[in-house]
């Protein structure tokens, strides 16, 4: 006899877990970017992206490609802000959650 | 005084009033408010004592032993997988002889992965030397950790003790704690001073190898200090209740056991839910009870024996399995009959609350509606049938 066993991959995309965010969200400013893909790198929700995206010619992140594209996506990201406090540009800034646009 | 606390801070401010030199820990929900709490008073100077920061709970049982070992009062807390990961020093430490005293948050262990409670980790470490104390709620909790180091560093002890309280139900819990103040728990808890320790000037060795003409006493010894324990916790909660005025037996507890003819016997948390079904049964005319089992181990055979020898039927509830074989308190409760000339008409044994599934009153009436019928062995409660499979095939 079995029990549940998760046999398709795959819950961690679809459960959104963006609305068990902490009061603050980032705010990518888009101005200072350099494309260093820092913020990238250390977000633990892997929640990051960049366009185009930084890695896809292989040397995107350290050519600089992509400055001013970074965002987060709110459907996963928590609102730690190791991506504000890593970015060495001060170009992320932590601004309080807009509660109504936090239920999503 | 009386304050209004989650469970967890409570445990933290008893702590603090114990006076530790050495505090480690790992963080592990449902424990992690404890420790975050010692931090804190650590950090802001209310508390003088070295929060020693590690990076495992394999490292953290180790600072404790050392500390302990070195004449030193030390605490840790953890939970579930972090307890498991200690397990090994945790046998060492009793075996050396440390009066450590841990709390466990108690949770269930994965797969799946799971941090919601029941005592499959306390459960599972009961052979580990340790004495383990069950809380049924914050206040009790918050009372056997002074009662845990006072029981512990008794120089006829000299043993580690576990306090296990519920996770989240009363880590996370709020309820009103009447809180103990510093001149009380110096009066109810000397100053550590161990009969040994590691000192550089009269050199001792702790742990050592030993070859198979030393090994059975040790062990031996570590056996009988358990049943030596049972004699002494009653006398020290006597004390505790002089200075504090909050009486345990330190053991057993029974409600409504007086010409009850259903009695379930638990541990933890779960008993509060308990009383609360046994009085609206009583209402209704029904003869029924509850025996908590506060000491797990040692294990207190005899004071079972005595609640229980005319009851005429008893259910063990366990929260834990111990996997191919009895429930692990069922097998335990029916082992103290065995023999005996007097004994229930049947001891049926119920599985509730694994992974966090609550218990809830209709849970409890459904165990004493079954307990009318036939001898249940290993009973499922809240099961749900649906979720099980034949095969993945």
């Known amino acids: ?61 350290l050519s600089g490609q992509g400055k001013n594209t970074y965002d987060f996506d709110p459907d996963y990201c928590k609102g730690c802000g190791i991506c504000a406090a890593v970015c060495p540009k001060q170009d992320i800034e932590m601004i309080k959650e807009d509660p109504a646009l936090q239920k999503g | 005084m ?35 709490g010692l931090a804190k008073m650590c950090a802001d100077g209310e508390l003088d004592s070295q929060f020693v920061n590690v990076e495992s709970e394999h490292s953290a049982a180790s600072v404790v032993l050392g500390a302990v070992a070195t ?17 090994e020093v945790l046998y060492n430490i009793s075996g050396m002889r440390l009066p450590v005293i841990m709390t466990v948050a108690a949770r269930s ?21 340790w ?16 009662i845990a180091y ?18 989240f139900i009363l880590t996370h819990g709020v309820e009103t704690v009447n809180m103990p103040i510093q001149e009380e728990v110096d009066k109810f808890l000397p100053a550590y001073n161990p009969p040994y320790k590691l000192d550089v000037t009269n050199p001792m060795t702790l742990g050592p190898l030993v070859d198979p003409d030393y090994y059975m006493e040790a062990r031996f010894a570590l056996n009988e200090t358990h049943k030596e324990a049972l004699a002494l916790i009653p006398k020290i909660t006597a004390e505790f209740a002089k200075v504090f005025g909050r ?27 308990i009383k609360e ?86 849970s409890i009436k459904e165990i004493f509606r079954l307990l009318t019928g036939k001898e249940k062995q290993g009973e499922f409660i809240d099961l749900k049938p649906e979720l099980l499979k034949e095969s993945y095939e």
């Not at chain 2, 004449?71 to 397990?87: H, I, K, N, P």
């Not at chain 2, 006072?150 to 996770?167: A, F, H, Q, S, W």
């Open chain 2, 247 to 273: 009486n345990y037996n330190g053991l057993i507890e029974g409600y409504q056991l007086n010409d009850a003819e259903r009695v379930i016997v638990a541990m933890g948390s779960v008993c509060g839910t």
């Open chain 2, 277 to 362: 079904v046994v009085d609206e049964l009583k209402k209704k005319g029904k003869k029924v009870g509850l025996l908590k089992i506060t000491s797990l181990r040692p294990f207190p055979a005899m004071h079972i024996y005595q609640a229980l020898k005319n009851i005429p039927k008893v259910a063990v509830i366990d929260r834990a399995l111990s996997i191919g074989s009895f429930a692990p308190l069922s097998a335990e409760v029916k082992a103290v009959f065995f023999g005996k000339p007097k004994r229930p008409k049947a001891v049926s044994s119920f599985i509730v609350g694994l992974g966090g599934r609550d218990i809830t009153k209709d």
């Open chain 2, 2 to 36: 009386k304050e209004f606390l989650e469970g967890s801070q409570a445990i933290a401010e008893v702590i603090k009033l114990c006076r530790p030199g050495v505090i480690s820990a790992y963080p592990i929900t449902p424990q992690t408010h404890i420790v975050e």
């Open chain 2, 131 to 146: 004495i383990q104390l069950h809380a049924e709620d914050i206040q009790e909790a918050a009372d056997l950790h002074l």
């Open chain 2, 71 to 87: 004449g030193v009062r030390a605490y840790t807390a953890t939970s579930s997988q972090g307890l498991f990961y200690m397990a």
């Open chain 2, 109 to 129: 262990i994965s797969a799946p992965i799971n941090i919601w409670n029941d005592h499959q980790d306390v459960v599972s470490l009961r052979d580990a030397g």
């Open chain 1, 1 to 61: 006899m079995f029990g549940p066993l998760i046999c398709k991959p795959g819950a961690s995309r679809s459960n959104k877990t963006g609305p068990w965010r902490t009061e603050f969200r980032p705010k990518f400013l888009k101005k200072n970017c350099i494309a260093c893909n820092m913020c990238l790198i250390v977000c633990p929700e892997a929640c990051i992206s960049s366009q185009p995206l930084a890695l896809s010619d292989g040397k995107g992140a």
């Open chain 2, 150 to 167: 006072r029981l512990g560093e008794d120089k006829t002890m000299m043993l580690p003790v576990m306090v296990c309280m519920d996770g």
